[in-house]
């Protein structure tokens, strides 16, 4: 019995922090959604693979627009022509992580290719598989992109939908160890401190081990 107690516990302590998480994530998604009112942040990290005759370039990374947050992931193959190098398609390029930041309204927004309709419920993406012109493709540049996209209101709508449950669970796991500690009936909440063996309202047995777990 002592091991179930202990197990319980557990798991109340385990919801308290799941809830905890939850309402500081609502914090966080309702400071990036004022923020990016005002700059567009992301955080990018790149990487260069190097194998016989090409580079490809990858990044992948999250950030946010005005109206929506985006995971997203690019990937751009150069071909075995050896006059093309990194540095010709991005000067100044480093590998690494890397903060980007500019003023709202300098870059357009992330184009959708989902359906329309989603756009609706607040999601979408965008998929592409191509060059980015007809003179780098003739000489092997490729690349594709995947952008996932959840608006700023869907976000904040399901932190705060699982904020409310995971508190509301947690409060309803808890309200028989907190009643007993207060003196309550566990099951009613009736006063049973001139009977604390059985509740004269509801007629629900208190056990001494329930009673040493509320204390303790």
């Not at 075995?80 to 010709?88: E, G, N, T, Y």
Request: with cysteine; net charge positive; proline share 5%.
């Amino acid at each position: 019995m002592r091991d179930i107690h202990m197990s319980t516990r557990v798991r109340h302590q385990l919801l308290a922090v799941f809830a905890l998480l939850s309402a500081l994530a609502t914090i966080a998604f309702l400071v990036l959604w004022i923020r990016s009112q005002f700059a567009i942040d992301a955080l990018v990290y790149h990487t260069q693979i190097s194998i016989p005759g090409a580079y490809i370039l990858r990044t992948c990374g999250a950030g946010a627009d005005r109206r929506r947050i985006g995971l997203f992931f690019y990937e751009e193959r150069l071909g075995s022509d050896p006059s093309i190098h990194v540095h010709d398609v991005h000067p100044g390029f480093t590998g690494g992580w890397s903060y980007q930041h500019q003023p709202a309204g300098t870059a357009r927004p992330w184009p959708t290719t989902s359906p329309r309709w989603l756009g609706y419920l607040g999601i979408g993406w965008q998929s592409t598989n191509a060059g980015d012109s007809v003179s780098w493709t003739s000489l092997g540049y490729r690349k594709r992109s995947m952008v996932l996209m959840i608006d700023h209101w869907l976000a904040l709508f399901i932190s705060l939908a699982t904020t409310a449950a995971a508190w509301r669970g947690w409060n309803r796991m808890t309200l028989p160890t907190r009643r007993a500690r207060r003196g309550l009936c566990m099951k009613c909440g009736y006063d049973i401190r001139a009977t604390p063996n059985r509740c004269p309202e509801c007629g629900a047995t208190v056990t001494p081990l329930a009673t040493a777990d509320a204390r303790g």
